[in-house]
T-cell receptor, first 112, second 109 residues
Framework: SAVISQKPSRDICQRGTSLTIQCQVDSQVTMMFWYRQQPGQSLTLIATANQGSEATYESGFVIDKFPISRPNLTFSTLTVSNMSPEDSSIYLC?????????FGQGTRLTVV | DAKTTQPPSMDCAEGRAANLPCNHSTISGNEYVYWYRQIHSQGPQYIIHGLKNNETNEMASLIITEDRKSSTLILPHATLRDTAVYYCIVRGPGNQFYFGTGTSLTVIP
């Protein structure tokens, strides 16, 4: 198994600013993903974080709004850019090893 | 996009078996079925997965129909700590996990 740590665990941000969320895995994983979970909703996949290349975004998500980096097999960042109150959500990182996906505890973002 | 359908909520008496159904009628032959659960304010937790055979581990059993169009997660002796949202997921061709709406299970004392 793998343990995933996210920083920060929560934050309150002003609209128009950007926040970068860090995801650290304690072992090398083949794939990493970023999800958004809006209040009372299920998880929505934002993108696949590809090591050393541009992330692959799901429909409805774009790189300008959610730039993602993955410099190595254990670390990734997600930036929420030019935030608005609609971006208030929990953002979760996931790492995949073999056949199982592991999830961090999430970053609870509130935009005011 | 999610390829699964689950009832939105279920109740189960403590100590009884909880049977959570899932429909995945468009599943492809090489796609796995996964079950995760999410306890309030935590990240999703892996429970079990399978392809076409029934599977059992220390947490649960997974029963997949012969045509693979549906499955059932069984928690043999539900406890209050099993109260959570349970997600049935078909893993995508790029290994993505697309979450559906899940089933909110409430275990009643």
């Amino acid at each position: 198994s793998a343990v995933i740590s996210q920083k920060p665990s929560r934050d309150i941000c002003q609209r128009g600013t950007s926040l970068t969320i860090q995801c650290q895995v304690d072992s090398q994983v083949t794939m990493m993903f970023w999800y958004r979970q809006q209040p009372g909703q299920s998880l929505t996949l934002i993108a696949t974080a590809n090591q050393g290349s541009e992330a692959t975004y799901e429909s409805g998500f774009v790189i300008d709004k959610f730039p993602i980096s993955r410099p190595n097999l254990t670390f990734s960042t997600l930036t929420v850019s030019n935030m608005s109150p609609e971006d208030s959500s929990i953002y979760l990182c996931s790492g995949q090893m073999n056949t199982e996906a592991f999830f961090g505890q999430g970053t609870r973002l509130t935009v005011v | 996009d999610a390829k699964t359908t689950q009832p939105p909520s279920m109740d189960c008496a403590e100590g009884r078996a909880a049977n959570l159904p899932c429909n995945h009628s468009t599943i492809s032959g090489n796609e796995y079925v996964y079950w995760y659960r999410q306890i309030h304010s935590q990240g999703p937790q892996y429970i079990i997965h399978g392809l076409k055979n029934n599977e059992t581990n220390e947490m649960a059993s997974l029963i997949i129909t012969e045509d693979r169009k549906s499955s059932t997660l069984i928690l043999p002796h539900a406890t209050l700590r099993d109260t959570a949202v349970y997600y049935c997921i078909v893993r995508g061709p790029g290994n993505q996990f697309y979450f559906g709406t899940g089933t909110s299970l409430t275990v009643i004392p």
